[in-house]
């Protein structure tokens, strides 16, 4: 082999190129054929496609095709992209607080740019701070316009990824809001911000409300604090547990979370490679483990969150109302690469207490309700208030008409009254 092929072997396959670079004996020489050929492709593709070609690029491409191809979740991720993928997962990253939805024709201004709108803003973040609220359209980010000629420059992941950035790091957003004639420009000073993942209300005498929007490393210790505050409420004797749309995350979460419901069993059990299997049980002393649990679900509700789901469902601890959940059952494993890009890889699959596998199945819910179309969802209706994630304000303003939401109340209202209501 060229040198040139012992470096493309040694991106394609690692430990094989080290050890041919140190003079070892290939014992498998058809993998080492393999490799030369990819090192051949790179080299041709280089020397002979009709327009320029990145090496990394390229090297990246065939990286990700390679993951691609194993199953629908795994995939490689360059440095920019896995950075994101982790500050979301560990639920802190330095940015302004808010998240973007992708840019729409409004047909209230049909001669107005597309431009991406805020979805949420986070409390006491700078965003909020600042004034910005849900529904202003982002015009430009540092000047880079965001939308011209009745389409979007780029996705909403794009521009939320120039958002973020280093505390204490200067951006200018460059808004336009209903009722304003020209947009204005916000000079924001990024900060850490902590993405709330649990919101919780009284519904009304002895019912909680308790969400949880994704699994990350705050999680576990926000739905305690939720618990204990719907508790000191009053609004503990019965709770609705929102898992709708909720795509997952830290599976390590969802257990702890199940575990504040559960006064024993097993939560989940996990089977990785070569038949290791791990076996997750509850212990004794959770905060809600005799609150009877309605817990709404629907297409979104996946992975983690189907975990959690299923644990309290398998245990006859939760009534699911609502759609069938989207069916995930395996496990993914972040990996750091070198050069700050990395793999998320499919490590194990997991089963519900029952034995049963979600993968392509889900789960059923006892009561199938329909959800509703809102034209417009406003996340976030404490904005300015200064209100924390945890302290109930920031729940969806659609509740009053979310005919999944008022099927949930009602079966935990008839638990306070032996079914009788």
């Known amino acids: 082999m060229s040198r040139a092929s012992h470096l493309a072997a040694f991106a394609a396959g690692g430990v094989a190129a080290c050890a041919i670079g140190a003079g070892a004996l290939p014992r498998d020489v058809a993998r080492f054929k393999t490799l030369d050929a990819f090192a051949q492709a790179l080299a041709t593709v280089q020397n002979s496609y009709v327009d320029p070609t990145e090496e990394k690029k390229l090297l990246y491409d065939a990286a990700r095709g390679m993951l691609h191809n194993l199953d629908p979740y795994s995939t490689f991720l360059p440095p920019n992209r896995y950075k994101n ?14 998240t973007l939805l992708p840019g729409t024709i409004d047909d209230a201004r049909p001669s107005m740019a597309p431009y991406p709108s805020i979805e949420t803003v986070v409390p006491r973040s700078p965003a909020d701070v600042a004034g910005l609220a849900p529904d202003d359209r982002v015009v430009s980010i540092d000047g880079a316009i965001t939308a011209e000629g009745g389409k979007e420059l780029a996705n909403a992941a794009t521009w939320e990824a120039r958002l973020r950035g280093a505390s204490g790091t200067r951006l200018t957003l460059t808004v336009l809001r209903v009722g304003w004639k020209d947009p204005k420009p916000y000079t924001i000073v990024r900060a850490q911000v902590k993405l709330p993942t649990v919101r919780h209300k009284v519904l009304e005498k002895g019912v909680g409300y308790l969400a949880i929007a994704r699994f990350s490393e705050s999680t576990s210790a926000d739905v305690a604090a939720a618990l204990t505050a719907l508790r000191q409420q009053g609004a503990l004797e019965s709770l609705v547990l929102d898992l709708r749309n909720d795509p997952g995350g830290l599976v ?12 024993g069993g097993t939560i989940v059990t996990i089977r990785g490679k070569g038949g290791a299997v791990e076996t997750q049980r509850a212990h004794k002393g959770g905060l809600a483990t005799g609150v009877p649990v309605v817990a709404l679900v629907d297409h979104g509700t996946a992975s983690a969150a189907e975990i959690l789901a299923a644990a309290l469902h398998d245990h006859g601890r939760a009534k699911l109302v609502g759609l069938p959940t989207y069916g995930k059952g395996t496990v993914q494993t972040f990996f750091d690469l070198e050069d700050g890009s990395g793999l998320k890889l499919t490590t194990a699959r997991y089963y519900t207490p029952k034995g049963n596998s979600l993968e392509s199945k889900g789960l059923t819910p006892d009561v199938r ?17 200064g209100a924390g ?6 729940i969806d303003e659609r509740d009053d008409d979310d ?8 079966l935990a209202r008839q638990s306070l009254h032996g079914g009788n209501k």
């Not at 005919?403 to 009602?410: E, F, G, I, S, Y």
Request: hydrophobic letters at 40%; a negative charge.
């Open 252 to 263: 390590d979460q969802s257990i702890a979370v199940a575990d504040q419901f559960l006064d």
């Open 85 to 98: 993928l982790r500050q979301d997962t560990e639920g802190e990253f330095g940015g302004v607080g808010v």
């Open 389 to 394: 994630p945890e302290s109930g304000a920031i």
């Open 369 to 385: 309700v329909e959800a509703f179309t809102p034209d417009e969802v406003i996340i976030g209706s404490a904005h300015g208030s």
């Open 403 to 410: 005919p999944q939401l008022a099927v949930a109340t009602k």
